[in-house]
Nanobody, 122 residues
Framework: QVQPVESGGGLVQAGGSLRLSCAAS????????MGWFRQAPGKEREFVAV????????YYTDSVKGRFTISRDNAKNTVYLQMNSLKPEDTAVYSC???????????????WGQGTQVTVSS
């Protein structure tokens, strides 16, 4: 099993950047694809990005393509989300998720972090 813990959220002006980190406990980190989801106030949780077990493959939702980059360091049991050119509509609680590639695309894995708040001011 793996337990994700997110960090790196905060308040940033539009056009700025943030890097989120997700450290996962357990010795089997590389057994899991890792993903990021976000949930804005009053909205449903939405998929943001996923990375395969060893980082060879990534996939993004259309609204963040070209602005966000997901990466991982299996030696540190950590996955990252570099967010550039941030927009007010990116404001949300960002959560890390671990599972299979298919589970992460649908948000159906059981392994979730507690989330970290990202607020983008205009």
């Amino acid at each position: 099993q793996v337990q994700p813990v997110e960090s790196g959220g905060g308040l940033v002006q539009a056009g700025g950047s943030l890097r989120l980190s997700c450290a996962a406990s357990g010795r089997t980190f590389s057994n899991y694809a890792m993903g990021w989801f976000r949930q804005a106030p009053g909205k449903e949780r939405e998929f943001v990005a996923v990375i395969s077990r060893y980082g060879a493959n990534t996939y993004y939702t259309d609204s963040v393509k070209g602005r966000f980059t997901i990466s991982r360091d299996n030696a540190k049991n950590t996955v990252y989300l570099q967010m550039n050119s941030l927009k007010p509509e990116d404001t949300a609680v960002y959560s890390c998720n671990a599972g299979s590639w298919g589970q992460l695309l649908t948000g159906s894995s059981d392994y979730w972090g507690q989330g970290t708040q990202v607020t983008v001011s205009s």
